[in-house]
């Protein structure tokens, strides 16, 4: 099946600091997603990626949709500590979710 | 807006027990969906479904029966719950394949 590679599986960063995260897959996606995740929740959708090449910002999140459809990156600028969460990419179609990034905020 | 709706929150079960964990949406969606999220991993699909009347398995679909008699629900069948089987079970719906989904709450399976 397909499979998306999410890099890294955890970081631990400075209130402050910006945050850099990927996604690869060997197969095509149309469509690419960032989700976040709260400890006993359900994933919420940050971004929607819908064509090649696209860079998409909401509030201090910025995604980029690759050129060859196989891969995303999700940075977050001036990390606070409500950002601390897991962040999931995944790939349209029926959805694939990567394994996550755990992310943790020193304040 | 209640948006997904899953049923129940947690779920203790016995091994060899059945239950049916139940998914509602009120967006209208077509496609709907059942993930299973062990701990710290990711989410993996079980069974979806792109309408009312069809549905069609995911990554680990054994253990598992699903039906969609109606646009709005998704039930998720166990017959005979296993240790294996205990994770939490996340219901979603998206308008369509190539769009965003959105996630219940979960449900928090436990089978002893």
């Known amino acids: 099946g397909q499979q998306l590679n999410q890099s890294p599986q955890s970081m631990f960063i400075q209130e402050g600091e910006d945050v850099s995260m990927n996604c690869t897959s060997s197969?095509?996606?149309?469509?690419w997603l960032w989700y976040k995740q709260d400890p006993g929740e359900g994933p919420v959708l940050l971004i929607a990626?819908?064509?090649?090449?696209e860079l998409t910002s909401n509030g201090r999140l910025t995604a980029q949709f690759g050129i060859t459809r196989k891969d995303s990156f999700l940075n977050i600028s001036a990390s606070i500590p409500s950002d601390v969460g897991i962040y999931f990419c995944?790939?349209?179609?029926?959805?694939?979710f990567g394994k996550g990034t755990r992310l943790s905020v020193i304040a | 807006n209640a948006g997904v709706t899953q049923t129940p929150k947690f779920r203790i079960l016995k091994i060899g027990q059945s239950m049916t964990l139940q998914c509602a949406q009120d967006?209208?969606?077509?496609?709907m969906y059942w993930y299973r999220q062990d701990p710290g991993m990711g989410l993996k699909l079980i069974y979806y479904?792109?309408?009312?009347?069809?549905?069609d398995k995911g990554e680990v679909p054994n253990g598992y029966n699903v039906s969609r008699s109606t646009t709005e629900d998704f039930p998720l069948r166990l017959e005979l719950a296993a240790p294996s089987q205990t994770s939490v079970y996340f219901c979603?719906?998206?308008?369509?394949?190539?769009?965003?989904?959105?996630f219940g709450q979960g449900t928090r399976l436990t089978v002893v």
């Open positions: 990626l819908y064509k090649a090449g």
């Open positions: 995944a790939g349209a179609g029926p959805l694939v």
């Open positions: 979603a719906s998206s308008l369509g394949t190539d769009y965003g989904a959105f």
């Open positions: 479904s792109v309408g009312a009347g069809i549905t």
């Open positions: 197969s095509i996606f149309n469509t």
């Open positions: 967006m209208n969606h077509n496609y």
